[in-house]
Nanobody, 127 residues
Framework: VQLQASGGGTVQAGGSLRLSCAASGGTISTHAMGWFRQAPGKEREFVAG????????RYADSVKGRFTISRDNVKNTVYLQMDSLKPEDTAVYYC?????????????????????WGQGTQVTVSS
Protein backbone atom coordinates (compact mmCIF):
# COMPACT_ATOMS: atom_id res chain seq x y z
CA VAL A 1 0.00 0.00 0.00
CA GLN A 2 1.33 3.42 -0.98
CA LEU A 3 0.16 6.45 0.96
CA GLN A 4 0.11 10.06 -0.20
CA ALA A 5 -0.61 12.77 2.35
CA SER A 6 -1.74 16.24 1.37
CA GLY A 7 -3.50 19.29 2.75
CA GLY A 8 -0.76 20.79 4.85
CA GLY A 9 -0.01 24.49 4.89
CA THR A 10 0.33 27.57 7.06
CA VAL A 11 -2.52 28.76 9.22
CA GLN A 12 -2.94 31.17 12.09
CA ALA A 13 -3.54 29.94 15.61
CA GLY A 14 -7.19 29.07 16.10
CA GLY A 15 -7.60 28.11 12.46
CA SER A 16 -8.35 24.79 10.81
CA LEU A 17 -6.82 22.45 8.29
CA ARG A 18 -7.93 19.15 6.81
CA LEU A 19 -5.29 16.61 5.90
CA SER A 20 -5.99 13.82 3.43
CA CYS A 21 -4.18 10.54 2.92
CA ALA A 22 -4.92 8.77 -0.35
CA ALA A 23 -3.95 5.12 -0.67
CA SER A 24 -3.03 3.21 -3.80
CA GLY A 25 -1.85 -0.30 -4.58
CA GLY A 26 -4.32 -1.82 -2.16
CA THR A 27 -7.51 -1.24 -0.25
CA ILE A 28 -7.47 0.49 3.12
CA SER A 29 -10.64 -1.34 4.15
CA THR A 30 -8.42 -4.08 5.60
CA HIS A 31 -6.06 -1.64 7.28
CA ALA A 32 -6.15 0.29 10.52
CA MET A 33 -4.93 3.80 9.80
CA GLY A 34 -3.11 6.42 11.79
CA TRP A 35 -1.58 9.87 11.80
CA PHE A 36 1.72 10.76 13.44
CA ARG A 37 3.65 14.01 13.55
CA GLN A 38 7.22 15.14 14.04
CA ALA A 39 8.20 18.61 15.14
CA PRO A 40 11.73 19.97 14.59
CA GLY A 41 14.15 18.47 17.09
CA LYS A 42 11.56 16.09 18.50
CA GLU A 43 10.70 12.45 18.05
CA ARG A 44 7.76 11.39 15.93
CA GLU A 45 4.62 11.08 18.02
CA PHE A 46 1.21 9.51 17.67
CA VAL A 47 -1.70 11.83 16.86
CA ALA A 48 -4.76 9.72 15.98
CA GLY A 49 -5.79 6.22 14.91
CA UNK A 50 -8.89 4.63 13.41
CA UNK A 51 -10.05 1.05 13.05
CA UNK A 52 -10.67 -0.64 9.70
CA UNK A 53 -14.37 0.16 9.63
CA UNK A 54 -14.07 3.53 11.32
CA UNK A 55 -16.08 2.56 14.38
CA UNK A 56 -13.20 3.01 16.81
CA UNK A 57 -10.82 5.92 17.15
CA ARG A 58 -8.11 7.02 19.55
CA TYR A 59 -6.30 10.30 20.02
CA ALA A 60 -3.27 11.71 21.75
CA ASP A 61 -4.27 13.74 24.79
CA SER A 62 -2.73 16.84 23.22
CA VAL A 63 -5.22 16.83 20.32
CA LYS A 64 -8.29 15.27 21.90
CA GLY A 65 -11.35 17.45 21.31
CA ARG A 66 -9.64 19.43 18.54
CA PHE A 67 -8.72 16.83 15.91
CA THR A 68 -10.97 14.28 14.23
CA ILE A 69 -9.80 11.28 12.24
CA SER A 70 -12.15 9.73 9.71
CA ARG A 71 -12.01 7.45 6.70
CA ASP A 72 -13.81 6.79 3.44
CA ASN A 73 -13.07 3.23 2.38
CA VAL A 74 -14.81 3.76 -0.96
CA LYS A 75 -12.48 6.64 -1.80
CA ASN A 76 -9.56 4.78 -0.19
CA THR A 77 -8.76 7.90 1.80
CA VAL A 78 -8.24 8.84 5.43
CA TYR A 79 -8.68 12.35 6.79
CA LEU A 80 -7.51 14.37 9.75
CA GLN A 81 -9.64 17.41 10.52
CA MET A 82 -7.65 19.79 12.69
CA ASP A 83 -9.49 22.61 14.46
CA SER A 84 -8.44 25.18 17.05
CA LEU A 85 -4.85 24.80 15.90
CA LYS A 86 -2.05 25.90 18.19
CA PRO A 87 1.57 26.83 17.41
CA GLU A 88 2.65 23.62 19.15
CA ASP A 89 0.80 21.64 16.46
CA THR A 90 3.46 22.75 13.97
CA ALA A 91 5.07 19.60 12.57
CA VAL A 92 5.37 17.31 9.60
CA TYR A 93 2.33 15.03 9.62
CA TYR A 94 2.55 11.43 8.39
CA CYS A 95 -0.20 8.97 7.61
CA UNK A 96 0.34 5.27 8.19
CA UNK A 97 -1.41 1.93 7.73
CA UNK A 98 -1.42 -1.53 9.29
CA UNK A 99 -3.03 -4.61 7.77
CA UNK A 100 -5.57 -6.14 10.12
CA UNK A 101 -6.75 -9.70 9.61
CA UNK A 102 -8.76 -9.95 12.82
CA UNK A 103 -9.61 -7.41 15.56
CA UNK A 104 -11.28 -5.08 13.10
CA UNK A 105 -12.32 -2.74 15.91
CA UNK A 106 -8.77 -2.22 17.14
CA UNK A 107 -6.80 0.98 16.94
CA UNK A 108 -3.04 1.35 17.32
CA UNK A 109 -0.93 4.08 18.86
CA UNK A 110 2.68 3.00 18.46
CA UNK A 111 5.01 3.50 15.49
CA UNK A 112 5.98 -0.16 15.69
CA UNK A 113 2.33 -1.14 15.12
CA UNK A 114 2.33 0.26 11.60
CA UNK A 115 4.00 -1.01 8.46
CA UNK A 116 3.18 1.44 5.67
CA TRP A 117 4.12 5.11 5.81
CA GLY A 118 3.47 8.00 3.49
CA GLN A 119 5.62 11.03 2.94
CA GLY A 120 4.91 13.86 5.31
CA THR A 121 2.96 17.05 4.82
CA GLN A 122 4.06 20.20 6.62
CA VAL A 123 1.66 21.99 8.95
CA THR A 124 2.74 25.36 10.31
CA VAL A 125 0.65 27.25 12.85
CA SER A 126 1.63 30.88 13.41
CA SER A 127 0.87 32.73 16.62
Amino acid sequence: VQLQASGGGTVQAGGSLRLSCAASGGTISTHAMGWFRQAPGKEREFVAGISTGGGSTRYADSVKGRFTISRDNVKNTVYLQMDSLKPEDTAVYYCTARFVRYSRSSTYGSEDDYRYWGQGTQVTVSS
